[in-house]
C-alpha cells in the first residue's frame, strides 16, 4: 500500500501563490492515480486536481488557469503550484492516491476511487 506525505501549505493573502507537494512511498512497482482534494469547514470535499505517471491530468473548474499539477517521477512527488489564491480557496488540501487498472488513460475524480490519503496540508487565503 502506498504511503502520501503532503507539506507546504501555509497562509497567504489573495492573489498570492503556495506550492503543495505530495511524496509517495511503498508500491513502486504499480502505476497510480494521483491527485489533490480540498475541504473546508462544514463543507462537502472537492477534487482540485488529478493525474498520474502516463495518465491524463484533470482540474476541477474552480482551479483552471490558477492551479499547475506536475510530477517528479525520480522523486515519486506530485506538486500542486496554487496560484492567484482566492479566499474560498482555503481549506485542507489532502493528497490521494489509489492503482489505476483502467484503459481510458484518465484518473477517477471522486475521492471515493481514492485508497490512500496523507494527512492533509492547511490552505489559508486571506483578503
Known amino acids: 500500500q502506498v504511503r502520501l506525505m503532503e507539506s507546504g501549505g501555509g497562509s497567504v493573502q489573495s492573489g498570492g501563490s503556495l506550492r503543495l507537494s505530495c511524496t509517495a512511498s511503498?508500491?513502486?512497482?504499480?502505476?497510480?492515480?494521483m491527485g489533490w482534494f480540498r475541504q473546508a469547514p462544514g463543507k462537502e470535499r472537492q477534487g482540485v486536481a488529478t493525474?498520474?505517471?502516463?495518465?491524463?491530468?484533470s482540474y476541477a473548474h474552480f482551479v483552471v488557469g490558477r492551479f499547475i499539477l506536475s510530477q517528479d517521477n525520480s522523486k515519486n512527488t506530485m506538486f500542486l503550484q496554487m496560484n492567484s489564491l482566492k479566499p474560498e480557496d482555503t481549506g485542507m488540501y489532502f493528497c490521494?492516491?489509489?492503482?489505476?487498472?483502467?484503459?481510458?488513460?484518465?484518473?477517477?475524480?471522486?475521492?471515493?476511487?481514492?485508497?490512500?490519503w496523507g494527512q492533509g496540508t492547511q490552505v489559508t487565503v486571506s483578503t
Open positions: 493525474s498520474g505517471k502516463g495518465l491524463e491530468t
Open positions: 511503498g508500491d513502486n512497482g504499480a502505476t497510480y492515480c
Open positions: 490521494a492516491a489509489y492503482r489505476y487498472h483502467g484503459q481510458s488513460g484518465m484518473c477517477a475524480t471522486d475521492g471515493n476511487f481514492y485508497t490512500a
